[in-house]
């Protein structure tokens, strides 16, 4: 039996097409990015509801993170990102056939436009295996699921949610991954989603929204009380979240590039900003600050950041990580509390 060392030395060397770096950042951006949901949001959604929710809260998460998975490589990473079968829709089929990805399938970063109306075309060599942007794009589509969770924890049945999960991922998800990143129609639009500000945040939000309200409120009991079962465990599961969101910008241009530190940077600074507004605020009209406060602006400065996190300058960011510290702060302390159809589909 051959030893290790030998084994590596009958392996074939690496194809002079592969770009080790960028190849090594887009898996370290995927990893960061699945670790926001495994095990971030299980443990955030675990801890940030009532005990008797724990298990089933976490089981949602664990088994979409699983579910999706399997219907990605069987046939929804082509329909957000294979031959389009409509403006809005591509071809469904397993990504299993593709051995690289080349430079050509990442439009948003290869095409430019000269001042004289002219397109550059984009070099066809190819630069880090297709199994590494399979991967990525997977931990998008998961995580948007898994967020979406968040809008019915604890009154969704664990088998609706079963069905509901492949479902929603491939009559939802697909449409607006391959409408913006798949080069369907409203690419061709012109329309900048940097790292899924609606592929991702807009669609699991007005889904979530949606399911809360056809699922209907939670017990009157439950909605005036609903302390977090273990807040250190909820601040653990925010951190992985916040610390992961450098993968979810950063690996977003698909090399490890100028565009990707900017996004790294700005993200952070919008998240930070963003938590220290809100907390200010609680202070200011509550007297007090309150740490699930603070994650709840931190997750909305991350969430804020996202469609731009590598186009805009750092002043911006700070700007942004105002104003998501300040506008869903009034919706959620003031708004809700007086419009009967936000108490309606309520979700904390």
């Known amino acids: 039996m051959a030893t290790p060392l030998a084994y590596q030395e009958h392996l074939p060397a690496a194809p002079s097409w592969l770009n080790k770096g960028d190849n090594a950042w887009q898996l370290t951006a995927a990893t960061l990015v699945g670790l926001q949901s495994m095990p971030g949001l299980v443990i955030l959604y675990a801890s940030i509801v009532k005990k ?21 490589v069987l046939v929804c990473y082509r329909m957000a990102f294979g031959e389009e079968l409509l403006p809005f829709w ?28 002219t397109v550059e075309s984009p070099p066809e060599e190819p630069f880090y295996p297709m199994a590494s942007l399979v ?15 968040g809008s019915v924890l ?13 479902l929603w991922l491939i009559f939802s998800y697909t449409v607006g991954a391959f409408s913006l990143w798949g080069g ?4 061709q639009w012109g329309v900048i989603d940097y790292s899924g500000g609606y592929v991702i945040h807009l669609s699991s939000g007005i889904a979530g929204l949606t399911a809360a309200y056809w699922v209907g409120p939670r017990l009157k009991s439950d909605r005036e009380r ?22 979810f910008n950063g690996g ?97």
């Not at 089929?93 to 109306?117: D, S, W, Y």
């Not at 609903?226 to 993968?247: H, I, R, Y």
Request: glycine letters at 8%; charged letters at 5%.
């Open 226 to 247: 609903f302390p977090p079962n273990n807040v250190l465990l909820m601040l653990a599961g925010a951190g992985l979240l916040w610390m992961g969101w450098s993968g």
């Open 90 to 117: 591509g071809k469904g089929a397993p990504a299993l056939g593709q051995k690289f990805l080349t430079k050509r399938a990442v439009v948003n970063e290869t095409i430019h436009h000269f001042h004289n109306g």
């Open 154 to 166: 604890g009154r969704m049945n664990i088998k609706a949610w079963m069905a509901f999960v492949p």
């Open 52 to 72: 008797k929710w724990a298990v089933n809260s976490a089981f949602m998460a664990l088994y979409a993170f699983a579910a999706v998975l399997i219907c990605w």
């Open 135 to 149: 991967y990525f794009q997977f931990t998008f589509a998961a995580i948007t699921l898994i967020l979406l969770a």
């Open 184 to 187: 369907g129609f409203l690419y």
């Open 252 to 348: 977003a241009p698909y090399a490890a590039n100028i565009a990707s530190s900017i996004a790294v940077l700005n993200t952070n600074i919008c998240a930070a900003t963003s938590l220290l507004v809100w907390t200010t605020l609680d202070v200011i009209f509550f007297g007090k600050p309150s740490v699930i406060g603070a994650v709840q602006g931190m997750m909305t400065g991350l969430v804020c950041i996202t469609p731009g996190a590598g186009l805009v300058q750092s002043w911006a960011a700070i700007l942004m990580g105002i104003l998501s510290g300040s506008i869903p702060w009034v919706t959620m302390m003031i708004l809700h509390k007086k419009s009967t159809l936000l108490q309606k589909v309520r979700v904390s």
